[in-house]
């Protein structure tokens, strides 16, 4: 019996790239375009803070609490 609770999501899961060459960390990797899906700015959820992932006009990307 699978006693873990299920997250229900709205969205599309976020695709994960996997680079051509072998890296030494183990961390997933994933596009800013996967992230934003289009917007300037997203907020994340981090440990009961609030966060703005903004991408610039120079192509740059700001994280701010």
């Known amino acids: 019996m699978n006693t873990t609770p299920r997250l229900e999501s709205t969205r599309d899961p976020v695709p994960v790239v996997h680079d051509s060459e072998p890296r030494d960390d183990t ?26 992932l903004q991408a610039t006009r120079q192509g740059k990307l700001i994280l701010t609490k």
């Open 27 to 52: 961390s997933p990797s994933l596009t800013s375009d996967s992230l934003l899906r289009g917007q300037k700015a997203v907020t994340i959820s981090h440990n009961g803070s609030v966060y703005r």
